[in-house]
Structure formats: structure tokens, C-alpha cells
């Protein structure tokens, strides 16, 4: 009788089963998605045609409601959602701007605001960027004053955005590096993560991740993670996509308030944007299978790659250093494009006249036909349905359009460029809702980043990406405007 030896495999230890990445979805009824279809059509029609009677904050309180909806119509299926992972949620996004926006304590003849709190971390972002102006002044000299060039070219002054809003990211760059190589970032991260996987119900890795994006890339937070990518279920793996959509990195924080966003809008969004990315993601892709780090908020536990603090801050450099090149020139080459599609979109009117269209039949035919222009009338429910006053709608809807088309850092340029010409461009409440709805890496690009960068953690789910791309684009962006609109409910 032949008896198997010590190196073969009993029954006992066969090969573990492959992971199940997702269970069985019941898909959304049809009736169902028509039904909250009529119902957003309805609260967005009711909402215009009462704008003169709710006003502003009439609008927010419709557009909750609205972008809420237009998740929910697209859910893959509604009957499988965890509707405590929503509520928490909720609730959590709401005491976050609460807290920043209204919430006040009183101790004795002492007012304590965390909207003072956040607005003195918004000071100190301001000071990190002092700092870096006083390295770009040693190596650039007065071309990193531009208050000095505006004197000597007068009206004909251009802003030097390379020696002025580039050189931040390299500083901030090395110093999240710093801080990472010292542990204060994964302590932070870890302390967000453990109060969302208490309260919301979701994984530990993909918490931990979307948590790592208040302070991290799109690409980077998922590093803290990477040894449970491949492994995850096609929820989490949705989640993780749909949170760098929603938010934006530390140093990108630092060059949006440089541009003139105001601090507290953006510090804001970014901690805002964990719970609701989560809870959307959740709510638009259920999770159907257990997950591996359920109910545990998991990081993989690496010591430093760095030998020393110099050897981080070196390498945040050199980070910051291609960083800052890809944002040049990626805005070289967009805005050459826009002002390309502008020059041919406003040739369309005067070639149809000169090919002997009768003047009549193109009067509702702008002169100066534009991207802005389109995106504009696209984007205006959008932008009207975040609380936006009624003169101000198709000016933020342009810039909503540009962020989505091209990028954030376009459409903060063009921001920063028209309020620099009039500082009454537009009023201070839609100035700060636009801050909320433009921090965030939604666009077309950064799905093609998104891919590459955790396609390289997991080569064997890339085709799980690419099919979620454009789906976690979407939810991401909306994301973005459910912020701005929670704030302009409580302006």
C-alpha cells in the first residue's frame, strides 16, 4: 500500500478558492429607475420654476435631493444596498459642515468655533506657501514677485504661473514625504479610517484608503493598501476609484488656495468627500460578497523606504519635480486646444453667412460661440441646483464644464484669471460653493491616470478598471457638487 509522503497535499490542503469579487447583484428594476427619474425631473423643474421663492439655499436643499437621485437612477442594483452605510454617511457629511460652517461652543466668555480651527489649518497652509516663495525667490529672483512685474508691464501684465503657482508643489511635495516617512500621515489616516468602519460598515482597506485621500493622490493613497488591491471585491475596488475622483492631494490643497480659492472651502471638501464618495460609491455599486478586511480598518504595516529624513525629502523632490512638469504641460497644451476649439467654434457663424445662409435663420446664433459658452449652458442645472445665485449660473457652470473636460487646474486658472480682472466677477457665496465643487480630480484624464497607477498595484484587475472608469468618473464628480450643495444649504 503506497502511503503519500509529508510533501504531497491531503485532501485537506487543497489550494485555496480563488476570491469572489462579486456576488450575485439583483439588477434595479426599470420600473424603479423611471420612477426616481420623474421624481429628480420633477424636484429640478419645481426648483427653477421657485427660485424667486426659495432662493439660494431653496435650490441646495432641491439639489441634495436631485444629486442624490441621479446616483440612486443609475445604481447597478438598489435592493442590495446597505442603507446604514448610506445614513452614516449622511449624517457624517452634513456634521462635517455643520461643524465647519454653523457649529459654535461657548465656555464661559470663550466662543469656540472649529470653522477658526479650520481656518487657522488654512493659515498655515498659506505659510507653507511663504516658504516655498522664499526658495522660488532665491532661484528665480524678481520673476517670483509678480507684483514687481505687474508694476514695470503695467496693463500688459501676464501672470508667471510657472515661478509663482508651480514651486508650492515641489515644497509640499517633500514635506508630505517627510511626514509620511515619520508615520504622522498613516496616523491620521488611521484615526479617520477606524471612526468610518465603526459608524458606516465598510472594509477596512478601502476606508483606509479613502481616508489616505484627504491628504494623498489619487494614485498614492491606494499605496497604503496596495497588498490587498488585487484581492478586493469589485465594490471596494469601485470605492477606491470613486474617492480619488472626489478628492485631491495635500500639495494640490496648497496651489488651489495659491490660485485664490478660499482655504476653508477646500479643506473642507477633501474631509467631506470621504464619507460622501463612500456612501455613493456604496450606494451606486452595493457590496455583495465579504470583503477580506471587514469590519477592520487594515493597513499594510511597512517601515519606511527612506533611510532618513534627508533621503524623503529628497525623494518628495524629485516627485514634486514631475509632478510639476506634467501640470505645465498638461495646461500648455489644453489651453492651446480650447483656444483652438474657441477659434473654430467662432468661425461656424461667419462661414455659414459667407455660404449665403440667410442672416435670419441663425439669429439665435452667438457672435462669440465659445467651450465656455457650451459648457455653460450644459452644466447651468448643475451649477443651479448647488445653490448658485441665478446671475452667477453660467459663469460657474463654465467653470464646472472646464474641470470635467480638461481638469481642476484649468478651470482654477481661468477662476483665478477672470477674478484677477473683476473682483466682482462673481459674489462671495458662489465664489466659496465653487471652491467646494472644483476640488476634486474628476476629468477625463485622470481616468487614464487612475488606470495606469492602480492598474500597476493589480495588473490581473485592469479590465475591472477599465470597465469602471467612467462610471467612477461619474459618481466622483457628482460627488463634488452633493458637497458644494450640503454647503450652500447652510450659508
Known amino acids: 500500500m503506497h502511503t503519500p509522503s509529508a510533501e504531497q ?14 456576488g450575485t447583484l439583483p439588477p434595479t428594476p426599470l420600473a424603479w429607475r423611471c420612477s426616481i427619474g420623474l421624481a429628480i425631473t420633477a424636484i429640478a423643474l419645481a ?15 432641491a439639489g441634495l435631493f436631485f444629486f442624490f437621485g441621479l446616483v440612486a437612477l443609475f445604481s447597478k442594483s438598489l435592493s442590495a444596498v446597505n442603507w446604514r452605510t448610506v445614513g452614516w454617511g449622511i449624517a457624517l457629511q452634513f456634521l462635517l459642515a455643520w461643524l465647519v460652517l454653523k457649529g459654535e461652543i461657548q465656555i464661559g466668555s470663550t466662543l469656540y468655533s472649529f470653522r477658526k480651527a479650520l481656518e487657522w489649518v488654512g493659515g498655515g497652509v498659506k505659510a507653507v506657501i511663504t516658504f516655498s516663495d522664499k526658495g522660488a525667490e532665491f532661484v528665480f529672483g524678481n520673476v517670483a514677485h509678480p507684483e514687481h512685474l505687474a508694476e514695470v508691464f503695467g496693463k500688459n501684465f501676464l501672470f508667471p504661473f510657472v515661478f509663482k503657482a508651480l514651486p508650492p508643489i515641489l515644497f509640499v511635495s517633500a514635506l508630505f514625504t517627510l511626514l509620511y516617512h515619520w508615520g504622522i500621515v498613516q496616523w491620521c489616516v488611521r484615526i479617520m479610517a477606524r471612526v468610518m468602519v465603526k459608524l458606516m460598515k465598510t472594509s477596512g482597506a478601502e476606508t ?12 498614492e493613497a491606494p499605496l497604503i493598501i496596495k497588498a490587498y488591491v488585487p484581492r478586493m471585491t469589485n465594490s471596494e475596488l469601485f470605492t ?53 478586511t471587514a469590519a477592520a480598518a487594515h493597513t499594510t504595516e511597512e517601515k519606511s523606504k527612506f533611510t ?12 514634486g519635480l514631475q509632478l510639476v512638469l506634467n ?11 480650447v483656444a483652438m476649439f474657441d477659434t473654430l467654434l467662432g468661425a461656424i457663424k461667419p462661414t455659414l453667412l459667407g455660404l449665403g445662409i440667410a442672416p435670419g435663420s441663425l439669429a439665435g446664433w452667438p457672435d462669440d460661440l465659445s467651450l465656455g459658452k457650451i459648457f455653460g449652458w450644459l452644466f447651468s442645472p448643475a451649477a443651479f441646483l448647488m445653490g448658485i445665485e441665478p446671475d452667477d449660473v453660467p459663469k460657474v457652470a463654465s467653470l464646472l464644464g472646464s474641470k470635467l473636460a480638461i481638469n481642476e487646474h484649468f478651470a482654477y486658472l481661468q477662476f483665478k484669471t477672470l477674478k484677477a480682472a473683476d473682483p466682482q466677477y462673481m459674489s462671495a457665496r458662489s465664489q466659496i460653493l465653487t471652491a467646494f465643487a472644483l476640488t476634486g480630480f474628476a476629468n477625463f484624464a485622470s481616468v487614464g491616470i487612475q488606470l495606469g497607477g492602480i492598474g500597476a498595484m493589480a495588473p490581473q484587475r485592469s479590465h475591472d478598471l477599465a470597465r469602471f472608469g467612467l462610471r467612477a468618473l461619474f459618481v466622483g464628480f457628482v460627488a463634488t457638487l452633493l458637497n458644494a450643495a450640503v454647503a450652500g444649504l447652510m450659508m
Request: net charge negative.
Open 308 to 319: 532618513n529624513g534627508i533621503d524623503a525629502v529628497v525623494a518628495g523632490t524629485r516627485d
Open 47 to 61: 426648483a427653477w420654476g421657485l427660485q424667486t421663492t426659495i432662493g439660494p439655499r431653496g435650490q441646495a436643499f
Open 327 to 337: 501640470v505645465a504641460a498638461m495646461l500648455i497644451v489644453f489651453v492651446a486646444f
Open 208 to 219: 483606509v484608503s479613502v481616508s489616505a485621500n484627504v491628504f494623498m493622490g489619487q494614485t
Open 240 to 292: 477606491l476609484m470613486v474617492s480619488g475622483f472626489a478628492h485631491i492631494s495635500g500639495g494640490m490643497m496648497v496651489v488651489y488656495i495659491n490660485y485664490g480659492a478660499d482655504p476653508t472651502a477646500v479643506l473642507t471638501t477633501c474631509v467631506m468627500a470621504c464619507p460622501c464618495s463612500l456612501y455613493l460609491a456604496k450606494l451606486f455599486y452595493p457590496e455583495t460578497v465579504e470583503p477580506e
Open 9 to 22: 497535499p491531503t485532501v485537506a490542503e487543497k489550494e485555496p478558492a480563488p476570491p469572489r469579487f462579486e
